[in-house]
């Protein structure tokens, strides 16, 4: 069953500025993660953020955690071209192990 | 750069055929998953190991088998290819600490079944 839901499903930006993503879910969560994938790719860990941390930055890339709300939102800050790619959120959820993604936000940055 | 190869990357079969897909890590990495991934679309979990001579089927369910001799081997069959079968297949490894899961993804297989 789907817990993380991304929106916007599709953003487009021109280089330099910021995007935006967010992520809802549905229950309780030991921590979320966000995944970047390139077209045809694997994808790529970014970030994680426990479920007692309300706010991460990795270089470009700031992560808000509210478990209150069940959202966690990702910025990429000066975006660039080669950001283009979809970006997943997933959780692992209390009691679980295994990690449950989001349908993914298509980010496409216009040089 | 993650330690985690797929083989094929793309390939095209008839249907009815018989065809495995290789996935190999060399993290020594004790969990593997299988994901199916239609394109625009989310990643579905079809199979995971948590060590040697561990399978479990996932949340979607597959006609896949898969199989786990070695630690850092994760094949997935398919004994009888169909068209329903075209999708993404992304292999991951991953190594529990603490209960934090990373996973770490190799770069998928593309199948076309005709």
């Known amino acids: 069953s789907q817990q993380g839901e991304e929106d916007p499903q599709a953003l487009s930006i021109q280089e330099g500025e910021n995007a935006t993503m967010n992520c809802s879910y549905k229950?309780?969560?030991?921590?979320l993660q966000w995944y970047r994938q390139n077209s045809g790719r694997g994808l790529v860990h970014l970030i994680l953020i426990r479920s007692n941390e309300r706010e991460k930055h990795s270089g470009r890339l700031r992560v808000t955690l509210d478990t209150s709300k069940k959202s966690s939102s990702l910025l990429i800050t000066a975006s660039r071209a080669a950001d283009t790619a979809s970006y997943f959120c997933a959780t692992v959820q209390g009691g679980s192990e295994k990690l449950v993604f989001g349908k993914g936000t298509k980010l496409t940055v216009n040089p | 750069e993650a330690d985690i190869y797929q083989t094929p990357r793309y390939l095209v079969i008839g249907t009815g055929k018989k065809i495995t897909l290789e996935c190999s890590q060399t993290?020594?990495?004790?969990?593997m998953y299988w994901y199916q991934q239609d394109p625009g679309m989310e990643l579905h979990l079809i199979h995971y190991?948590?060590?040697?001579?561990?399978?479990e089927k996932g949340d979607l369910s597959s006609e896949s088998t898969v199989s786990r001799i070695r630690t850092e081997h994760f094949p997935l069959t398919l004994e009888s290819a169909r068209p329903s079968h075209t999708s993404q297949y992304l292999c991951?490894?991953?190594?529990?600490?603490?209960?934090?899961?990373?996973?770490?993804f190799g770069p998928g297989t593309r199948l076309l079944v005709l």
């Open positions: 991951a490894s991953s190594q529990n600490r603490g209960g934090w899961e990373t996973q770490y």
């Open positions: 229950t309780s969560i030991n921590n």
């Open positions: 993290m020594g990495h004790d969990k």
């Open positions: 190991s948590y060590g040697v001579n561990s399978t």
